[in-house]
């Protein structure tokens, strides 16, 4: 369950309607992606020039809670080299009738997802090296994340990023979870169906089921194959096919014998 305490402090901590209008601020300039509750744009410190990655995202009254909680998530969380950092928030007042805009500023990460790397790579596949270090990197961000009651949810290739320097950084907390610091276990289904753990996949036929910080490292093992294939295992079936599937199936493995021993054990360990 989320911590009560957590959840409590972050209500307090967000009032939503004490953000300023982002108007003369921070610019948008063009989409670039799809965060799990909006669109995610490249903009632009108006003053400075300084770019910056806004996620912009409608605030309903049914999502106004957890728009606070992944604030809040941001706010603790992103001060560590492997998260995109987290510069402030913003509401864009619209006309009576509509909901208002919230601007989620984030850190810019100019070269884009791991995703988007592998599609431009030769093969559709990374090189050995550039696997091991984005995993490390990864690696190094959740422990962050774990080592605070986080669960992140939602790893894979399109939501880990990549600085102009090549630094890597974990974005989209929307739909990250506090953990209760003694029990420590969740029951929620949510996250994207081909990187999601089987005793993730369980919660939604058993509502006893339930899962911890491991289900991260399951995700991090899919993205690694991501990364050596072009895509995650299942990614040519429907997604509710591939949610049937994968708690029955044994873990994926890589499929060619090119990699190395280390590789394919780290991909059979986790």
Not at 106 to 118: F, K, P, W
């Amino acid at each position: 369950m989320m911590s009560r305490d957590c959840s409590a402090r972050s209500l307090e901590l967000t009032d939503l309607s004490s953000l300023r209008d982002p108007a003369g601020i921070f610019e948008l300039v063009e989409v670039v992606g799809n965060g799990t509750y909006g669109q995610v744009y490249k903009g632009r410190h108006v003053k400075t020039g300084q770019l910056a990655a806004i996620k912009v995202m409608d605030v309903t009254e049914e999502e106004e809670d957890e728009i606070k909680l992944e604030i809040n998530m941001l706010k603790i969380h992103s001060h560590h080299r492997n998260i995109a950092t987290y510069y402030g928030a913003f509401v864009k007042k619209s006309p009576a009738g509509q909901d208002d805009q919230l601007w989620l500023v984030m850190e810019y990460c100019g070269a884009g997802s791991v995703t988007d790397l592998v599609k431009k790579s030769k093969g559709n596949c990374l090189k050995e090296d550039w696997i091991s270090y984005i995993c490390r990197e990864v690696l190094r961000g959740l422990s962050h994340l774990h080592s605070h009651h986080v669960i992140h949810r939602d790893i894979k290739g399109q939501n880990v990023l990549l600085t102009e320097n090549a630094e890597v950084k974990l974005v989209d907390f929307g739909v990250s979870a506090q953990l209760d610091r003694t029990v420590g276990r969740r029951n929620t289904f949510i996250g994207t169906p081909y990187w999601m753990a089987p005793e993730v996949i369980a919660c939604d036929e058993n509502p006893e089921a339930t899962y911890d910080y491991r289900s991260d490292i399951w995700s991090l093992g899919i993205t690694a194959l991501e990364m050596a294939e072009g895509a995650p295992p299942l990614c040519d079936m429907h997604p509710m096919r591939a949610l049937f599937l994968i708690p029955r199936n044994p873990p994926p493995k890589l499929k060619s014998r090119k990699w190395c021993k280390k590789l394919v054990g780290f991909v059979e360990s986790v």
